[in-house]
């Protein structure tokens, strides 16, 4: 049984912006909370304890650890909202690049699994690209059905064989694997 990818980055594009935007969101949000608490919190205490004297000594030799220690906590929740951020987005990414080797598998003409894993996002969009799959399959058919009934027909408008033919070549110039198509009529 296969378990699906263990890669955490996928797509790293779309997996930084996500990153990027966490942090910086994050580090704002922390500063001006910390720093809206610090000056009531601190100031408010140092009034009522020492009255007006001494108050700048003490406030600055405090916001020099609140600083030190704020950028610590600061740098610890970047981490851990980053690491949230990379398995969160990987959800997005993952399917991502598995609908980025549906499309390649498509274009070569192959028919690929249409499944994403258990919690994967984007899985409506897979529904639609498999739809769109059978329709593109059941036209190819009808096109190969039309080649095969022109190849054992007389057809003397030249400019219905040269169409044809046309077509022949785009059929197997998409999938040029498998010929199903073989040019037995020559133009």
Known sequence: MKKGRRILWIDTEIQLRFVIFTIITLAISCFIVSSVTFNNIWLGIFEK??????????????????????????????????????????????????????????QEGKYPEFKLRKGDTLTSLVEELEKFSRQYQNMREAVINVIETWKNTEVKDISLNIAL????????????????VKNEKGI
Do not use: C, W
């Open 49 to 106: 304890i020492l009255g007006i004297q001494n108050t700048r000594e003490l406030y600055s030799g405090s916001i020099k650890k609140f600083i030190s220690l704020n950028f610590s906590l600061i740098l610890l929740l970047a981490f851990l909202a980053t690491l949230g951020m990379i398995i969160l987005s990987h959800k997005v990414a993952g399917p991502a690049y598995r609908i980025r080797k549906m499309l390649q598998d498509l």
């Open 165 to 180: 033919k046309e077509l022949e070549n785009k059929v197997i110039s998409v999938n040029p694997k498998k010929e199903e």
